[in-house]
């Protein structure tokens, strides 16, 4: 459930906007050579661990695909019969659904953030749409990167079911079926709409995670991950941490001192304020260690005495 936000015209936002979430897992892969997808790692974790880390505040969240160990838990279906194409699994899936708006994800998608679940929930309340989904870097749409409208997909699966009584029903049937009979809005990102098809795809998003601009980030989501907490953190400050603790101690105190804050301010039961205020006095520790050391390195011109520290304050006294 998305908490907070901001106000329009004296309205919240995201007020009261709980969603469920709707993962179909259950491909084919042949394009993979029938490789198990949702398993398939990209910066150490499973794809389908990936995507469900940026749903985890879904109320509900439905996988549909034989059940798996999982990062987090999730509530399992499966399609009739199995293998019955996209639009079956997604019928399935909602059946176990009971907010007002649903998000639909594949388990393909390494890119996926919060931020973009919070996006496309943003866009479907902005206005009277029944869905709202990523176009991805060619604008095409990409129907399993979208919010919806429950009741909208409801009434679209319905009539099509309706329509093919008599010819098994949703299998086989491709999405644009579906989505032809949906008002949808559109939010180009072709990042977050990347998915995992081929091999090469696999190849090309595990090698962006460890670009420079990329990597940090990275790794902190799956450490977190792997680790199962939830805390936001300000990188930039345990970097400088650990830079002055290097520095000014010894190289080795850096993931010492990195790990100590943690510690402190997981048994104070702080979150991101109780880690900022134990990085600001561990590294002011370590800028005390850094000027002493240059005190006791600097000789006093004239008498080969060590030098006075910055902040010392010559004692008056005749004895002293």
């Known amino acids: 459930m998305i908490a907070g936000g901001t106000h329009t015209r004296g309205v919240t936002v995201y007020e009261s906007l709980a969603y469920d979430a709707v993962v179909l897992a259950g491909g084919a892969a042949r394009r993979l050579g029938g490789a198990d997808k949702p398993g398939v790692r990209v910066g150490g974790r499973a794809l389908l661990d990936r995507v469900l880390a940026a749903c985890a505040d879904a109320r509900t969240t439905v996988v549909v695909a034989e059940a798996r160990p999982t990062a987090r838990p999730v509530r399992w279906a499966r399609e009739e019969p199995p293998g019955a194409g996209p639009l079956a699994a997604?019928?399935?899936?909602?059946?176990?659904?009971?907010?007002?708006h649903v998000v639909v994800l594949s388990a393909d998608l390494p890119f996926l953030r919060p931020a973009t679940v919070r996006r496309l929930l943003s866009a479907l309340h902005a206005g009277e749409a029944d869905g709202a989904l990523l176009t991805d870097a060619d604008g095409r749409d990409?129907?399993?990167v979208a919010a919806y409208r429950a009741h909208a997909l409801?009434?679209?699966l319905t009539a099509l079911t309706e329509d093919r009584a008599a010819h098994g029903a949703l299998t086989g049937l491709p999405l644009r079926r579906l989505t032809a009979a949906l008002g949808l809005v559109r939010v180009?990102?072709?990042?977050?709409?990347?998915?995992?098809?081929?091999?090469?795809?696999?190849?090309?998003?595990?090698?962006r995670i460890r670009e420079h601009g990329h990597?940090?980030?990275?790794?902190?989501?799956a450490v977190k991950d792997e680790l199962g907490?939830?805390?936001?953190?300000?990188?930039?400050?345990?970097?400088?941490?650990?830079?002055?603790?290097?520095?000014?101690?010894?190289?080795?105190?850096?993931p010492l001192t990195t790990f100590l804050v943690g510690y402190a301010a997981a048994q104070g039961r702080g979150g991101p304020e109780a880690v900022a205020e134990a990085s600001r006095k561990a590294a002011a520790l370590a800028l005390r260690w850094a000027e002493e050391r240059?005190?006791?390195?600097?000789?006093?011109?004239?008498?080969?005495?060590?030098?006075?520290?910055p902040d010392a304050t010559p004692?008056?006294?005749?004895?002293?």
């Open 229 to 254: 907490i939830e805390l936001d953190v300000d990188i930039r400050a345990l970097l400088d941490l650990a830079r002055e603790a290097a520095h000014g101690v010894d190289r080795p105190a850096a």
């Open 188 to 207: 180009p990102d072709h990042v977050a709409s990347f998915d995992c098809d081929t091999w090469d795809d696999i190849a090309t998003a595990r090698a």
């Open 294 to 309: 240059a005190a006791d390195t600097a000789k006093t011109p004239g008498t080969g005495k060590p030098g006075v520290a």
């Open 315 to 320: 004692d008056p006294r005749p004895d002293a």
């Open 154 to 156: 409801r009434r679209a």
């Open 90 to 100: 997604l019928d399935a899936g909602l059946r176990h659904t009971t907010a007002d």
């Open 215 to 221: 990597v940090l980030d990275e790794w902190i989501s």
């Open 142 to 144: 990409q129907p399993l």
